[in-house]
């Protein structure tokens, strides 16, 4: 019996070692197509980028994890294609028994300019951290998750930070306005140089990197860092003819809540896998750490023939300035917004309510509390109830 499992990120590795501890014999071989050992990505647009820590201070498990538990693990190393029961690799044809696509993203990149840069990997650091050094220039576009760590990051640093965002607030996919509207006045307080409302139209070399706006604004620095979301890595999926989401559902490889794909002994794992969401209906994809890390292991146990329906609730973090900013759950702009405790000192929680059940949380400086809100939304609790 071999297992092969394409992609050594969190959610790969995570499978590999769920897989093996739910009793599964046989080889089980983790591809990945980056030369280093598995690492976490989190702290790469924060302590890696600037410097305060090592590749070898994240990495996701130590190399004698692997041959304990009789992992082959293969750095490196690219799968180009999928055939009937078999990958190949660098020219190298592997048969298996069961396939999990772990494959996750790309960072989206619209434009082409030599002056652009991206942020997705350990490699993508050196050359950034020079180009973020005091007294620089950079222009950050996109204001999400990594686009405002990495501006955070530069202007600890001492850099210049030019910040551009389509929404009319910085992260428009994770937070209501009204949350958003305090990291307008972060981002300010700290000397970052904020723009909202822009569509960029163009970005070109002409001496510096200049970026173009629909309306005729414009700016020019010597980097741009683009940073506007992630493409999921479905080439391989598509080869052998996975069902795919549409774009505008999020894309991604579809699967059922036990990872299965539509395809017999092919699963898929991670920020690829488009997924039923078993609390509130529908399907979504999550990009997030911690999501991909229990999807992994979640699946890796099914694979091994558990067949445990994977229902979590997402949470993520975000690093920036000094101030951790927690969320769970799924807050839209629509749900009634309750706070508890003050957004202008940071030290606050606040409650997304649909119809008075709570479906999404956000904090700052109160781990219990979203960790609590965070079982609330998986119990579908009215909040009038449980803070009764």
Excluded at 5 to 17: M, N
Excluded at 88 to 105: C, I, K, V
Excluded at 136 to 145: N, Q
């Amino acid at each position: 019996m071999r297992t092969v499992i394409v992609g050594a990120g969190i959610a790969g590795v995570s499978a590999a070692g769920a897989l093996r501890a739910s009793g599964r014999e046989g080889e089980i071989v983790l591809v990945g197509d980056e030369p280093e050992l598995p690492y976490r990505r989190p702290p790469v647009s924060k302590e890696i980028v600037r410097g305060e820590k090592t590749t070898d201070e994240i990495r996701i498990k130590k190399a004698e994890w692997f041959a304990d538990q009789q992992i082959t693990l293969r750095t490196g190393v690219t799968v180009t294609s999928i055939g009937d029961g078999t990958v190949e690799l660098d020219g190298e044809r592997l048969s298996y028994d069961q396939l999990l696509l772990a494959t996750g993203g790309r960072a989206r990149n619209p434009w082409d300019a030599l002056g652009i840069r991206t942020l997705r990997s350990v490699a993508d650091v050196p050359r950034l951290q020079f180009e973020m050094a005091a007294g620089k220039h950079l222009i950050v576009v996109g204001a999400g998750l990594i686009g405002s760590e990495i501006a955070a990051s530069a202007r600890g640093l001492g850099c210049e930070v030019t910040l551009l965002e389509t929404a009319n607030v910085p992260l428009p996919r994770l937070l209501p306005p009204e949350l958003a509207q305090m990291y307008v006045d972060l981002h300010k307080a700290e000397g970052t140089d904020l723009h909202t409302n822009v569509t960029v139209e163009s970005i070109t070399d002409e001496g510096e990197t200049v970026v173009r706006a629909d309306d005729g604004r414009s700016w020019s620095g010597p980097v741009v860092v683009v940073a506007v979301g992630m493409e999921p890595n479905v080439s391989l999926a598509e080869q052998v003819g996975l069902a795919i989401a549409p774009a505008e559902d999020g894309g991604g490889i579809l699967v059922d809540e036990f990872g299965h794909t539509s395809a017999s002994g092919i699963f898929a794992a991670g920020d690829v896998a488009n997924q039923p969401n078993l609390v509130l209906g529908g399907r979504h994809r999550v990009e997030h750490w911690q999501g991909a890390q229990n999807h992994g292991a979640s699946v890796g146990k099914n694979m091994a023939g558990l067949e445990l329906p994977f229902a979590e609730v997402p949470w993520c973090w975000s690093d920036q300035y000094g101030h951790t900013l927690q969320v769970v759950g799924w807050p839209l702009a629509t749900h009634e917004l309750v706070v508890r405790g003050s957004l202008a000192e940071h030290d606050f929680t606040a409650y997304l309510l649909e119809d008075g059940v709570v479906r999404g949380a956000v904090a700052m400086g109160r781990p219990g509390e979203i960790r609590t809100a965070r079982t609330w939304i998986a119990d579908g609790a009215r909040l009038e109830d449980v803070l009764a």
